[in-house]
């Protein structure tokens, strides 16, 4: 019977939206605030995401539901496609803007649910607003989204006007944000493409360039689904002379190739692994290597392994030699065993000792019985901490952290017993 009733009220839902779908979103507002019924009132609102508004009374009717209505306002929003409906837009998106300003740095947590709750939907809607009038590409929405560049916009809407500004794509905004770039943190020169891409490489190198300036140039380096782009993001994370850029055209590099994959991308890493081996974030190749070949039916080809041995034994980052026990581990790769065994034994960082440890758990099941000295006294507490008892006391029992931790015991119990 219940199923009934429910079934019934999906059907009235769906009539009711079906009927207002022909309605302007300025009747639909005074309709909403007219109803009679909740069932009523609930039809009307779900049917604010299939009206489109053509006027701008409608834009602005939009505006005011959306203070209550964010979900089902956005789904109306993006039906614009009428450039000339942008001016309305920003008149409604500059209220939104206005009503979180003041509050920006506030923690909204802490506010009163019904005002942080209006605080959050106007913040949504003037997200929503500005990617709009970036899709609009209307040229006369330029001066209105770069007024939200400004310092006091960071973190509030400046990545997203930048965005909509990119979208857009005057050449003159472009080179107005490179020039002005590093005034405003949150900022994307990414939606302009490789021209914007093109403009910060070449300025990356030139001579008397302020550390401040250069560290901002080099945040923009940011992948896309260009091939061009790729092949120069690769050239700059193999070749350019400044780590800073290596590192952030190699990170670039594994987004584009999260976006864009090519059989070459192995090809890239295995350049790329050696090279990187002692710059602070070369772990990054290693996690290229992760994505690349995640599974069996894609192995960490062989010769990738004496690379990995080597970041292994002689990076300079324990964080670098940490991932490339986890790469071994995860890839289960059997030939990594006398490494893995080394470093158990002789690495100076108990972190990486312990990845390594656990690398080699991963692919055969156990641990040796070898151990650093340092090891020792920490895996006698560890063994004798009540807390850590009770915690793997209520895993599962095939739990892998459970398995792992019963496996470490049983040796290291071992190990005691035979320099008794």
Same mark, same amino acid.
């Given at each position: 019977?219940?199923?009934?009733?429910?079934?019934?009220?999906?059907?009235?839902?769906?009539?009711?939206?079906?009927? %207002?779908?022909g309605k302007?979103?300025?009747?639909?507002?005074?309709?909403?605030?007219?109803?009679?019924?909740?069932?009523?009132?609930?039809?009307? *609102?779900?049917?604010?995401?299939?009206?489109?508004?053509?006027?701008?009374? &409608?834009?602005?009717?939009?505006?005011?539901?959306?203070?209550?209505?964010?979900?089902q306002?956005?789904?109306?929003?993006?039906? *614009?496609?009428?450039?000339?409906?942008?001016?309305?837009?920003?008149?409604e998106?500059?209220?939104?803007i206005?009503?979180?300003?003041? !509050?920006?740095?506030?923690d909204w947590?802490?506010?009163?649910?019904?005002?942080?709750?209006?605080?959050?939907n106007?913040?949504?809607?003037? =997200?929503?607003?500005?990617?709009?009038?970036?899709?609009?590409?209307?040229?006369?929405?330029?001066?209105?989204?770069?007024?939200?560049l400004?310092?006091?916009?960071n973190?509030?809407?400046?990545?997203?006007?930048?965005?909509?500004?990119?979208?857009?794509?005057?050449?003159?905004?472009?080179?107005?944000?490179?020039?002005?770039?590093?005034?405003?943190k949150?900022?994307?020169?990414?939606?302009?493409?490789?021209?914007a891409?093109?403009? *910060?490489?070449?300025?990356?190198?030139?001579?008397?360039i302020?550390p401040?300036?250069?560290?901002?140039l080099?945040? %923009?380096?940011? /992948?896309?689904?260009?091939?061009?782009?790729?092949?120069?993001l690769?050239?700059?994370?193999?070749?350019?002379?400044?780590?800073?850029?290596?590192?952030?055209?190699? %990170?670039?590099y594994?987004?584009?190739?999260?976006?864009?994959?090519?059989?070459g !991308?192995s !090809?890239?890493?295995?350049?790329?692994?050696?090279?990187?081996?002692?710059?602070l974030?070369?772990?990054?190749?290693?996690?290229?290597a992760?994505i690349?070949?995640? &599974?069996?039916?894609?192995?960490?080809?062989?010769r990738?392994?004496?690379i990995?041995?080597?970041?292994?034994?002689?990076?300079?980052?324990? @964080?670098?030699r940490? &991932?490339?026990? !986890?790469l071994?581990?995860l890839?289960?790769?059997?030939?990594?065993?006398?490494?893995?065994?080394?470093? *158990?034994?002789? &690495?100076?960082? @108990?972190?990486?000792?312990?990845y390594?440890?656990h /690398?080699?758990?991963?692919?055969?099941?156990?641990?040796?019985?070898?151990? =650093?000295?340092?090891?020792?006294?920490?895996?006698?507490?560890?063994?004798?901490?009540?807390?850590?008892?009770?915690?793997?006391?209520?895993?599962?029992?095939?739990s892998?952290?459970?398995?792992?931790?019963?496996?470490?015991?049983?040796?290291?119990?071992?190990?005691?017993?035979?320099q008794?």
């Amino acid at each position: 019977m219940n199923k009934i009733i429910i079934a019934f009220a999906g059907i009235l839902l769906f009539s009711g939206v079906c009927a %207002q779908a022909g309605k302007s979103m300025k009747d639909l507002e005074k309709d909403i605030a007219q109803a009679k019924s909740t069932t009523t009132a609930a039809a009307l *609102i779900e049917s604010i995401a299939v009206t489109t508004p053509t006027t701008d009374a &409608d834009v602005a009717a939009l505006g005011r539901l959306m203070d209550k209505y964010p979900t089902q306002g956005q789904k109306a929003l993006v039906k *614009i496609t009428n450039p000339k409906l942008a001016k309305p837009i920003e008149t409604e998106c500059a209220k939104k803007i206005t009503q979180i300003k003041a !509050d920006k740095n506030k923690d909204w947590s802490k506010l009163p649910e019904a005002e942080r709750t209006v605080k959050l939907n106007s913040l949504m809607s003037a =997200h929503y607003m500005i990617a709009m009038l970036g899709d609009l590409k209307n040229k006369e929405s330029i001066p209105f989204l770069k007024q939200y560049l400004a310092p006091e916009y960071n973190g509030l809407v400046s990545y997203n006007a930048s965005v909509a500004l990119g979208k857009i794509g005057d050449e003159t905004v472009l080179n107005e944000m490179v020039r002005d770039i590093g005034r405003t943190k949150e900022i994307d020169l990414s939606a302009f493409g490789d021209k914007a891409f093109a403009k *910060i490489v070449k300025e990356i190198d030139q001579p008397g360039i302020t550390p401040k300036r250069k560290f901002a140039l080099i945040e %923009q380096i940011k /992948a896309s689904r260009s091939p061009e782009r790729k092949k120069a993001l690769k050239e700059l994370a193999l070749k350019h002379p400044d780590e800073d850029v290596r590192n952030r055209s190699g %990170q670039a590099y594994l987004n584009a190739m999260l976006l864009n994959p090519e059989e070459g !991308d192995s !090809d890239f890493i295995y350049e790329w692994m050696p090279k990187s081996i002692n710059d602070l974030n070369a772990g990054w190749s290693l996690t290229a290597a992760r994505i690349y070949f995640p &599974d069996k039916k894609r192995q960490l080809e062989k010769r990738f392994i004496p690379i990995v041995a080597d970041v292994l034994k002689r990076a300079q980052f324990y @964080s670098v030699r940490s &991932d490339a026990a !986890d790469l071994f581990g995860l890839s289960k790769i059997k030939e990594s065993l006398g490494n893995l065994e080394e470093c *158990i034994l002789n &690495d100076a960082n @108990s972190t990486v000792r312990g990845y390594c440890r656990h /690398a080699y758990w991963q692919i055969t099941g156990t641990i040796p019985k070898k151990y =650093h000295p340092a090891d020792i006294g920490e895996f006698e507490g560890m063994l004798r901490d009540p807390m850590t008892a009770a915690f793997m006391n209520k895993l599962d029992a095939n739990s892998p952290d459970k398995l792992y931790f019963l496996e470490r015991k049983r040796v290291f119990e071992e190990f005691k017993r035979e320099q008794k």
